[in-house]
């Protein structure tokens, strides 16, 4: 009976990897748009196979019946890790704000598509969240939940959703291919049932750790992982990397990037890892380095992850609630195992019931008149809603 | 010629109060002028139990209070991440628990160390190493990018000193086996200064920051290239330190070890300050107090081992 039980188990095994390795031979898989300064008029096109596939290329063209554009992509393989797999990416350039362009493989009769971000001053809304990297099931849940909101934001006539703003821990061990492949498994997901893909606007987590992160996203072989995204006329997200030096460039960077955007900017937004106001951790580099600059210069909104909770705090300046103050919000929710808000720290006491222990995104919405967050649990149920408005 | 007598009489008088101390250890090239005495100086004895209580005392506020550390992801963490997957209220239960019992270590050791509490306080030294290997916390992620494989075994050398502290005053303070604890004080301070000193050489971020952040605090504009290049300079010293202590016995090795776990230690109350920093600092006061416990061996039987030249030397004379 139990060699019986070791022999089925064994041919399901082989099945399994044979059945695996098939997959990634034969289809490009892993289609996604990954976006980082300029996503009105430009997108990173990426996708992975398991050979070298040196002639790899995509055809693209605006959504509906004109002719397909190929371009060929810039290849690698995924270094180090397991299985041997290969990544491929084209950057899209000269694109036109708003507007849907369709993607695909050569010749392939299946096309995905996106949407560039506004050169308007339109509303329009994002999804953010941050540590993706465990509770799979979870992850799947999200990103399915993610794909229904883009297609019903659209249906419904609101501002649309454009792209996922993820704040990092986007898997366990940042030098596992393995878990790589797994998440951009998991993230097609994202991609609706009318083939709508979500642009990804990734920030570097403490367990993204590794070369691997900057393949995935086509960063350059020693990017830092700081960038300025105008995602409209008025808005702009600045993503932040705090596994690298927060006191030295990076700062400086800050500074000269607050200065140059704040004025064009109605809303001025950040996104990093380890949070400056944490509900469960300690203060990061975020706190002592940046913090003053995002104060100096009236930062609107900060996105923070790492702490596995929900959390918002009060308007906060110079170590005081301050209705002048930037409200900071997080700490990641799109699949880890979730914790206890230490609702005790003064920065939560007034926010208490603002605060939580469950898997969740933040939707928000860019306006005129208002930005306004709310925040989104497992399932759909709104836990949190509020407004800012526009600085004086 | 009575003058002389008297110094020679006194010199036998304090070599022979010394001599109860002396054992007969040789190895490396300065063991040929250094007789190693049986016990550490009273005062290093001191400083080391301080410092370990400290390490207690530090550790127990961070497993208590700041809640986050690689012990409790190990713990709370599902199994397929690496965790035994107790879940939140479960792993903070018992970090508390350890938190209590590392506080009331620290007492027993300021008042009276023995061998069983000091060998606990090793254990849960040991076991925040083996958490930081299995969570792949504990190293930098700069080092991920040069060698995945080896990183995660980083914590078992930057830890060494913490762990081999309680051992070390343990088996220092009973008077027998000197070869032992002289061997794993120096295996640990070396191993813990490799283990920094390569984190120095890839420009930790971490570290990267403490110096531009003291740098900015004191009213230096110290930028970032100037501070990685400073990180290279330290990492390479902390090497060949590493190497000097374990293959020889200078005291001033030992000396500028001891001086810079201190300095290295203080770096985050200074950086943090004293409400986020004092654990930081006070769980790394091992990183002074080992090395200053080999420089006040060392230099105390070596100051025997003068003595006993001398009052040899001086029979000889008086022979001849």
């Not at chain 1, 996203?217 to 690298?244: G, M, Q």
């Not at chain 2, 938190?99 to 306080?121: D, E, F, N, Q, T």
């Not at chain 2, 640990?188 to 490799?194: E, I, N, Q, S």
Request: glycine share 8%; aromatic share 10%; with cysteine.
């Amino acid at each position: 009976m139990h060699d019986r039980v070791h022999w089925r188990s064994t041919i399901v095994a082989i099945l399994l990897v044979v059945l695996n390795q098939a997959t990634l031979a034969e289809v490009p898989l892993h289609l996604r748009v990954t976006w980082l300064t300029d996503p009105a008029h430009e997108a990173t096109i990426s996708w992975t196979t398991n050979d070298p596939a040196e002639s790899a290329a995509i055809e693209f063209r605006q959504r509906g019946d004109g002719p397909w554009v190929a371009i060929a992509a810039d290849n690698g393989k995924f270094t180090p890790g397991e299985p041997d797999a290969w990544f491929h990416h084209v950057v899209l350039t000269g694109l036109e704000p708003s507007t849907e362009y369709e993607v695909r493989q050569p010749n392939d009769s299946e096309s995905r598509w996106f949407r560039t971000a506004p050169g308007d001053d339109v509303p329009f809304a994002i999804l953010s969240g941050g540590d993706s990297r465990s509770g799979i099931n979870e992850r799947q849940e999200m990103n399915r939940m993610m794909s229904r909101l883009v297609k019903e934001q659209a249906a419904a006539g609101r501002p649309p959703v454009i792209a996922l703003a993820h704040g990092g821990d986007f898997i366990v061990n940042g030098t596992r291919l393995d878990q790589w492949l797994q998440w951009l498994d998991d993230h097609t997901i994202t991609t609706t049932s009318e083939g709508q893909l979500l642009p990804v606007i990734p920030t570097r987590g403490n367990h993204d750790m590794g070369p691997l992160f900057n393949q995935v996203w086509n960063f350059p072989k020693d990017d830092e992982n700081y960038f300025v995204t105008t995602l409209s006329p008025a808005v702009r997200l600045i993503t932040l990397n705090t596994e690298t030096s927060t006191a030295g460039d990076q700062r400086d960077w800050l500074a000269r990037q607050l200065s140059d955007v704040r004025a064009p900017s109605r809303w001025l937004v950040a996104q990093y890892h380890k949070p400056a106001f944490p509900a469960v951790k300690i203060p990061s580099g975020a706190y002592t380095n940046w913090v003053p600059l995002f104060e100096q210069f009236n930062l609107d909104l900060s996105i923070e992850s790492d702490g596995h909770v929900i959390k918002r705090t009060p308007p906060i300046r110079d170590n005081k609630i301050d209705p002048t103050g930037i409200v900071y919000i997080g700490e990641g929710g799109l699949g880890v195992g979730q914790r206890k808000p230490q609702t005790s720290r003064w920065y939560l006491q007034p926010t208490a019931d603002k605060c939580g222990a469950a898997h969740h995104l933040h939707f928000i919405t860019f306006g005129a008149e208002r930005l306004n967050v709310k925040v989104i649990k497992l399932g759909g149920e709104v836990f949190d809603d509020f407004d800012l408005k526009p600085r004086e | 010629m009575p003058r002389q007598l008297a110094s020679i009489l006194i010199c036998a008088a304090r070599f022979r109060r010394h001599n109860r101390y002396l054992t007969h250890d040789t190895e490396g090239d300065d063991n040929r002028t250094m007789t190693l005495s049986e016990r550490p100086p009273a005062i290093a004895l001191h400083w080391l139990r301080f410092a370990v209580a400290a390490q207690c005392f530090g550790n127990a506020w961070a497993l208590a209070w700041v809640v986050t550390s690689p012990l409790m992801s190990l713990l709370w963490e599902p199994a397929d991440v690496g965790g035994l997957g107790l879940g939140e209220e479960t792993a903070l239960v018992i970090c508390r628990w350890l938190a209590a019992l590392l506080l009331l270590s620290g007492v027993v050791v300021l008042v009276r160390p023995g061998p069983i509490v000091l060998a606990l306080i090793a254990s849960v030294q040991l076991l925040f190493a083996v958490a930081m290997c299995q969570m792949g916390a504990g190293y930098p992620a700069e080092l991920a990018n040069l060698v995945p494989g080896i990183a995660p075994w980083l914590p078992f050398e930057t830890q060494a000193m913490r762990i081999a502290a309680p051992l070390v005053l343990w088996l220092a303070s009973s008077g027998r086996y000197t070869r032992v604890v002289e061997l794993l004080a120096r295996w640990a301070v070396a191993l813990t200064f490799v283990g920094h000193g390569i984190e120095a050489l890839v420009h930790f971020h971490e570290f990267c920051d403490m110096l531009l952040i003291a740098a900015r605090k004191w009213g230096f504009d110290l930028r970032q290239s100037a501070a990685e290049h400073a990180l290279t300079v330290i990492g390479i010293i902390d090497v060949a330190l590493a190497v000097l202590i374990v293959a020889t016995r200078r005291p001033w090795v030992a000396g500028y070890m001891a001086f810079w776990g201190l300095v290295t230690a203080v770096s985050r109350v200074v950086v943090k300050g004293t409400f986020y920093g004092w654990d930081g600092t006070a769980t790394r006061l091992v990183h002074f107090a080992l090395p200053l416990l080999l420089f006040l061996w060392w230099q105390s039987s070596k100051r025997v081992e003068s003595t006993r030249e001398t009052i040899e030397s001086s029979s000889e004379l008086t022979h001849a």
